[in-house]
């Protein structure tokens, strides 16, 4: 049997391990725009998508920055003037598998702590959410070597969901 799910692409795997919760490891913390921050960008293969569909997401880093990321994304979900996560969305690894998620409530899933450097394709299914405005975000970690200071960012992009096709 052969999968609808696209092969996951990346950068260099930098680290393979065993189970370890995301974003555990970061001193400073900070949120940008994809499109307004150098470091790292998010770019979908789409704009608008339909519950349990599956979405790529193309990463692209700052090639002067030795930036870190793994198999987890979230889900966050407009409500007023806030985002609020409701999901994360796991890539099977090495495109072998399916794409998975989690309720954001039950925190953050155990994956494989897998670090990939520079630029990529995350593969992930998007839960049968409701329609209404939604936003993918991806953590980064960038470390110093001549500090030793391990330094999280945040990059987002914003995507519609649609109602699913009768």
Known sequence: MTSDVPKRKAGK???????????ACATVSSSMDSNAYRGAALHLNKDQFRPGEVVR???VTDST???????VAY????QGNQWKRVFYLVSPLAGEGEPTYFPARAGPPLTPLVGFSGDGTQTVRLPLVSPG?????????TSSQATA????ITSHVEMRVVPPEE
């Open 149 to 152: 200071h391990m330094r999280r």
């Open 13 to 23: 795997v930098v680290l393979v391990s065993t189970a370890v919760v995301l974003g």
């Open 133 to 141: 405005r939604y936003r993918i975000g991806k953590q980064f970690v």
């Open 57 to 59: 997401i193309n990463i």
């Open 65 to 71: 920055m030795d930036l870190r990321w793994g198999l």
């Open 75 to 78: 889900l966050e979900r407009r």
